[in-house]
């Protein structure tokens, strides 16, 4: 028998389980301040709502051998998805805009299984359903510069990008150019646009979408003198309006804002998953090993009506945090917790009469927390031991306090 977990797959120890509560139990309360309910959906969906309209690869969902009526089933590989159609299949009374919140497992196929490529991750996020415009979009930004305050972090910046303008602007080069042009624009390849064969014009207009990223005040300058449609020019213009907004409220609120240098808009990003319609992002930490992407998101204006019974259009934004990025970032913060809470007490029988009072008392301890306030108290299980030997069991544990019971119930208190 083999007992190791399978390739990709990973087990949270006690210390990795207290890091990760960490970070969520910052997040949680932001996300609750700004108005968000927690959702928890299916581990497992149907492949087809998984892969949403083809926006999703079927090449990153691990599939199950185990079918629903023969209808391919696989691990959801992110949360958006499962979230549209919740949302407008299970909650279709709830009144627009609806404000959810997430904390889950995900799962990828990962490109490097049977090297320990990881497959499974945990992500914790939100999503504004049924609101479209300027403020939905400043408000996901807003409460995702407010949920990276409040775990400490910042250097960090936000990557801001367009999905439809993008999109628009790369239209003019014919398939199967156009793919090859945006995934080397994805990956950062100027090499590829350099050398792919096309002409010296369609060239020019690749590099120029290339190198369409720095301070938003450049881009959007440079984006303004192409020749633009009404509807890339109304894409720019609420882009403009977008980081305006966003300075603005950062100039109000030093807390919870990106300083200028943050926010870098860049009309070359383009996301893996392909449900975006509007504003995409990402937030990435700049280490001296190199870059983190913390989280990412997006406007998806399109997703939920694939799953509305009557294809209703109903918009959509959401980010969601890496939760190992941040727990990779917070760990060199020395933030983190450095060991799991200590046991307060050890309650120790001082004779084999006074195991069912040693019991009773340890139970008094524990309830004996104030506010919700969790009293940790362990048995000492090993009968007949002497009191040295459970005292240096005490100090191994850091244990601070013993209580001696005796068989009338009463309990000596020591401190170690
Ligand atoms: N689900 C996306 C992030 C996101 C949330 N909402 C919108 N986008 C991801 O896993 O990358």
Redesign the pocket.
Known sequence: MIHQPPSGARDLLPLDVAQKRWIEKRLRPVFQQWGYHRIITSTVERLDTLMAGGTIQQSTVIQLEDREDDIPLGLR????ASIARAAVTRMAESSYPLRLYYNGN?FRRSPEVGHGGQQEFF?A???LLGAGGLLADAEILLLLFNSLHSLGLNQWQIILGEAGLTASLLSPFPEPLRRKIREAIAHLDRLTLETLPMSSEQRERALLLFDLRGKPEDVLQKVASLPLDPAQQTSLENLKSLVDLLKESSSCNQTSAPGTDALILDLSLI???DY?TGIIFEVVNNTPSGQQILG???R?DQLLSLYHPEGTMIP?????FNIEGLHRVLRSTGQLPQQTPPTQYLVAPKVPQAQAAAFTFAQTLRQSGENGQVVRVEMNLEAGQTEETVRDYARSRQIRQIAWVSPDSTAELETV
């Open positions: 590989p992110e949360l958006t995900v992500q996020g939100v999503e996301r893996p998953f975006y990412q998101g997006g998806y959509g934004i959401g980010f969601c």
